[in-house]
């Protein structure tokens, strides 16, 4: 008879939202499939989860690079900037967390997985901010001119960040940033006890729905509101600047539909296996599997950005260029003079 997992697998983890979920289940399984399953950990952090982190990294450090060249100030673009500046420091600690991981590390590991935390929430609450952005700057154009200013945006995006960091740090104080692991034991909780098991778990619950629900569903519905306005004008004549602005939107429908895809997905593995768990029927190679794939998807989510917006912006294809030419000594003062003074000389709030 095969002894314990839980008491033979070291307390490690492939996703950062679930840690000592192996010290809660009580089944047995063989010293064999132990081994597979760590094997199956390695391979995905090794293969998949940090080599995307690291392209993902320089991703990022190519849009702040690029975008930082910007002229005129635009709203949009400001959001882009910092979704990029906390996608990288999350990815950053995600790196740090994963290799602190394969290298039995459990106090680095554990010390970087909570950072990733508010991290992640402020990237999502700011790509929501920047979808009701682009949002009311399609409908109402004179309005968003007037009151979208730097100063506006600013405030916003300090709001947006204590807002997080307030939810992040709820999350690391009530000992559920690996939420469905629920650390019972430091609660004085039975793991057997199914209904206590459930009352600690309904925080996390909450916050899953305020730090991932909620920005999901107004990014949704405002994915839907720009699609049809695009559908909409997609037949009238329209200037340099209106087509330009017209990429730009494109791309953040591309980037909120990424996050529309990572976080409902990697919220309802959760949500099934922390029912799985309830019922005591989940086998560790699902548990593994299901961690991966999920870590996968949120990782991914902060590393695609950067493609987006070399394929559809316009903008940063012309800031690209100008920087690289810059780099090689070539850039003139009147290079994209041109270019500025018809597509990129205004604020995108007076374009639709």
């Not at 690079?65 to 910092?82: E, H, Q």
């Not at 992640?120 to 409908?139: E, F, K, N, Q, T």
């Not at 925080?203 to 909409?232: D, E, S, T």
Request: net charge neutral; charged share 15%.
């Amino acid at each position: 008879m095969g002894s314990d997992w839980t008491t033979e697998w070291p307390q490690r983890h492939t996703d950062f939202a679930l840690h000592n979920f192996m010290d809660t289940v009580e089944h047995s399984y063989r010293n064999d499939a132990v081994r597979e399953a760590r094997a199956l950990d390695d391979a995905i952090m090794t293969w998949g989860v940090i080599p995307v982190c690291v392209l993902g990294i320089i991703g990022n450090v190519i849009m702040l690079w690029v975008w930082m060249g910007g002229t005129t100030f635009s709203p949009t673009t400001f959001l882009i900037k910092y979704i990029a500046l906390c996608d990288a420091l999350f990815l950053v600690a995600n790196i740090v967390a994963d290799g602190a991981d394969l290298a039995g590390d459990l106090v680095l590991e554990r010390i970087s997985r909570e950072f990733t935390y508010p991290l992640l929430i402020i990237s999502l609450h700011v790509s929501m901010a920047a979808a009701v952005v682009r949002c009311v700057i399609l409908y109402r154009p004179l309005r968003a001119q007037a009151s979208l200013t730097r100063r506006r945006t600013v405030v916003t995006c300090v709001c947006i960040t204590l807002w997080s960091l307030l939810l992040g740090t709820l999350v690391v104080l009530f000992g559920i940033c690996q939420p469905i692991h629920g650390n019972y034991q430091a609660y004085g909780i039975c793991p057997t006890d199914l209904k206590k098991v459930m009352d600690t778990d309904a925080m996390w619950l909450f916050l899953l729905v305020m730090y991932g629900c909620l920005p999901v569903l107004v990014m949704a519905v405002c994915n839907v509101a720009m699609v049809v306005k695009i559908q909409r004008d997609s037949g009238l004549a329209s200037s340099l600047s209106q087509q330009s602005a017209r990429r730009l939107t494109i791309g953040i429908i591309c980037m909120t539909s990424t996050s529309l895809l990572a976080f409902p997905a990697h919220s309802v593995m959760l949500v099934v296996i922390y029912y799985r768990r309830a019922a005591a029927d989940i086998s560790i190679w699902t548990y593994v599997l299901c961690l991966g794939i999920g870590n996968i998807l949120v990782v991914l989510n902060s590393s695609v950005n950067v493609i987006y917006w070399a394929v559809f912006a316009t903008e940063f294809r012309h800031l690209f260029a100008k920087k690289f030419r810059k780099l090689r000594g070539r850039a003139t003062t009147d290079d994209y003079a041109s270019v500025d003074q018809t597509e990129f000389g205004h604020d995108d709030v007076t374009t639709v």
